[in-house]
């Protein structure tokens, strides 16, 4: 029985933490209060750097970064104690899963938050004013709350082969800029274009717009090459902030906010999957925010996709009754089994945030695993059986079902 506590309790706080908002107003209350604690650590730092305002203020500023590394040196304990509920962290097993956990790039940038100030405690004779610099890490926090800062790492990780082929280009165009300077200003210039190091001096600045001015071409050659390298500078520019931007905005439109295992926690469907197959799921779902009011489907329409709701409610609009689903439920399975058009309408009963599995994704989860199809369909079979057990269905719209005919879920 306190195992089971323990377990539940454990459970509680990792959808808390990394549920967020999705997890109520608990999750919404802990989440907007780190976020207002970062920022204003930020601040904190920032006003220090004032002598009118330090000297007066040092108390107060000593006791907000105290109470500030106290709750962020709890947070970070507590996210290290609960991270065995993550599936991936969890199948490998108590002590290695939260060392894996400890690994990862939130997760560092959260010890490196509080770090430097243990290390001025243990180590007061040293002179530690680099790590108390660290302390500005604490800004990088924030990227576990903003969905654009998240795709905007993951955009950089995905197009890192198209980033680096743009920064050897770069480099390539900064030896040929220089090499090419040096051979028409070196004798000229002896001193700013002497040796093709320092041409790519001039090289680089010109590439980059940057431009000092310190050093300039005096020749009629000499400037031929520099408006080559100047044009040549605004194409190689451009390549990296093209690539960034179209692949950030695709994901921007894809996700609107981040799908975490904390969210997929809150759906039954996926309590029992194997960590890798959720893992999957996981990177194929798109998340959207639905306004209240808003028709997620429409009866008759073809089947694109099936929806698990995060948070807020729908209303399915049946032949004979309207049925509510709530955080958890999942509807629109019955149509991708079988390809069927959708027989009821769903309404957005207030804002909602959903899981979309699309119709190609979803074939191509299923091919690949099997099981993972017939979990679907024994989740889909257990609540029609259970609506036809409870009469809450007439005896037309059980037929329909079972003939996969129509999609809907009853709260759990």
Request: charged share 20%; glycine share 6%.
């Amino acid at each position: 029985m306190a195992v089971d506590k323990y377990a539940k309790l454990r459970r509680r706080i990792y959808l808390m933490l990394e549920g967020g908002p999705a997890h109520g107003t608990a999750g919404t209350l802990i989440e907007v209060f780190l976020i207002v604690l970062i920022l204003l650590n930020v601040v904190a730092f920032t006003l220090q750097s004032v002598p009118d305002i330090r000297k007066p203020f040092w108390f107060d500023f000593e006791v907000f970064e105290v109470f500030s590394v106290a709750v962020f040196s709890v947070e970070y304990l507590l996210r290290l104690w609960v991270s065995v509920e993550d599936p991936l962290v969890h199948e490998k097993g108590r002590w290695q899963g939260r060392l894996v956990a400890a690994l990862k790039p939130t997760m560092v940038i959260d010890f490196l938050a509080v770090a430097p100030v243990y290390f001025t405690v243990l180590f007061p004779v040293l002179d530690l004013r680099f790590l108390r610099l660290v302390r500005l890490i604490r800004l990088m926090k924030i990227a576990r709350y903003s969905p654009a800062l998240s795709t905007l790492g993951r955009v950089l990780m995905a197009e890192r082969r198209a980033l680096f082929g743009t920064f050897l280009l770069l480099a390539c165009a900064t030896v040929f800029a220089g090499a090419a300077m040096h051979a028409v200003e070196g004798a000229v210039q002896p001193k700013a274009f002497g040796t093709i190091p320092g041409a790519m001096w001039w090289a680089i600045t010109t590439l980059t717009t940057v431009g000092y001015g310190d050093e300039v071409p005096i020749t009629f050659w000499g400037r031929i090459v520099a408006g080559c390298t100047m044009v040549m500078g605004l194409g190689v520019l451009a390549l990296p902030v093209g690539i960034v931007a179209n692949g950030f905005m695709t994901s921007i439109h894809q996700r609107e906010f981040i799908v975490t295992f904390g969210m997929l926690a809150r759906v039954p469907l996926f309590k029992d999957l194997d960590a890798r197959v959720l893992s999957e799921v996981m990177n194929a779902l798109r998340s959207q925010s639905v306004a209240r009011g808003t028709l997620i489907s429409v009866k008759g329409a073809p089947a694109h996709a099936m929806y698990f709701i995060i948070s807020g409610e729908v209303e399915a609009e049946l032949p004979h009754r309207r049925v509510q689903f709530g955080p958890g439920d999942f509807f629109g399975e019955l149509a991708l089994l079988h390809e069927t058009h959708r027989r009821a309408t769903i309404t957005a009963l207030s804002h909602c945030r959903l899981l979309a599995l699309s119709a190609e994704d979803f074939t191509m989860l299923t091919r690949k695993h099997p099981h993972l199809r017939r979990h679907i369909e024994d989740a889909a079979k257990e609540h029609l059986r259970r609506y036809q057990s409870e009469g809450d269905l007439a005896s037309a719209e059980i037929s329909a079902a079972a003939e996969r005919r129509f999609e809907y879920r009853d709260d759990d």
